[in-house]
């Protein structure tokens, strides 16, 4: 049967359009790509690069986002003195052998235990342990803890030190495979750090103690959860400094002669990041602290970004 000259012009051109449908759903994918994603990662790196050629001293950053493991890093595996940025880790074998207590170990610290104020445990730079009266005021290890983080008082560091014992500190950190973060000295131990047993980092691995926390794998997810609201306890620190006042930070600063650090977790809406910046051999000290802040202002600026943008790069309002 011969078909018609209509019949065969039409069958033409659906081929061709079908044909061309095909075509163009090869050249024009219908899906977003990464580029523009990358392109603003980046300009992130390069205004932190940026930050680190007018800084007259040594910077060393690790930035980690939560959501997709992205990770930048400069300079992140030279080892830094880490100050009071180190109670950390203090804090974290507090909250893991909490976990264990609450699983049946014996002669573990826990958070409600009680400590009596003694004399002989004061030190310098103790700005509440010193006005507490020795001998009769009472505190839980947890509230310990929250001074240890909200003023850095560094009495109430070293009765932790004391109750967690710093030889498990260093069991933690071994374990989770950070080989040059050390917890070797107590607070204003002067004499030891002469000797050379100062408290040392890097930022890759604040870094990764931060993510592993976050990612519940040294305790569960409400010793986690209770853990950053002591580590988020307002404080004076540099990562905050230019980011907006109602975003949640969970961060321990840190300062000594010619170094300034700061390592925590920033909770973007939708893209929380850890973010560790240590600098040394400042010859401004001030100078370091603007630094940290405006290494964090942006990367929070490009986290927010993320946070609150569709997969195309509009900005969605929340609901």
């Known amino acids: 049967m011969k078909l018609s000259t209509g019949v065969l012009s039409l069958a033409f051109c659906f081929l061709t359009l079908l044909t061309w449908g095909q075509a163009g759903s090869s050249c024009c994918p219908q899906t977003p790509t990464k580029e523009k994603q990358q392109a603003l990662w980046q300009k992130l790196q390069d205004r932190i690069s940026e930050v680190d050629r007018h800084l007259d001293g040594v910077m060393g950053?690790?930035?980690?986002?939560?959501?997709?493991?992205?990770?930048?890093?400069?300079?992140?595996?030279?080892?830094?003195?880490?100050?009071?940025?180190?109670?950390?880790?203090?804090?974290?074998?507090?909250?893991?052998?909490?976990?264990?207590?609450?699983?049946?170990?014996?002669?573990?610290?826990?958070?409600?235990?009680?400590?009596?104020?003694?004399?002989?445990?004061?030190?310098?730079?103790?700005?509440?342990?010193?006005?507490?009266?020795?001998?009769?005021?009472?505190?839980?290890?947890?509230?310990?803890?929250?001074?240890?983080?909200?003023?850095?008082?560094?009495?109430?560091?070293n009765v932790l030190i004391d109750h967690v014992g710093m030889s498990n500190v260093e069991q933690m950190l071994a374990s989770l495979g950070l080989k040059n973060t050390h917890l070797r000295r107590k607070m204003m131990d002067l004499e030891a750090a002469r000797q050379g047993r100062e408290n040392v980092s890097t930022a890759r691995e604040m870094m990764t103690l931060l993510d592993d926390i976050y990612h519940n794998k040294l305790f569960d997810k409400d010793l986690t959860a209770d853990f950053f609201k002591v580590l988020s306890t307002p404080k004076d620190s540099s990562i905050p400094k230019l980011l907006p006042p109602d975003v949640a930070i969970a961060n321990k600063p840190g300062e000594l002669e010619a170094v300034r650090n700061d390592s925590g977790i920033v909770f973007a809406i939708n893209r929380p990041f850890v973010i560790c910046v240590m600098t040394t051999y400042l010859h401004d000290e001030r100078s370091g602290q603007q630094a940290i802040s405006e290494v964090a202002l942006a990367a929070y600026e490009y986290f927010d970004r993320l946070g609150k943008s569709s997969e195309y790069g509009r900005a969605v309002p929340a609901k």
């Open 61 to 157: 950053v690790a930035i980690r986002d939560l959501t997709s493991g992205e990770t930048y890093l400069l300079h992140a595996d030279d080892v830094f003195a880490q100050a009071s940025s180190i109670k950390i880790t203090v804090l974290a074998q507090l909250y893991q052998q909490e976990q264990r207590g609450r699983g049946g170990a014996k002669n573990v610290a826990r958070l409600n235990d009680l400590y009596t104020v003694r004399t002989e445990d004061l030190v310098p730079d103790s700005y509440i342990m010193l006005g507490l009266t020795p001998g009769v005021t009472r505190v839980t290890n947890r509230d310990l803890a929250t001074m240890m983080v909200a003023v850095s008082d560094n009495s109430a560091t």
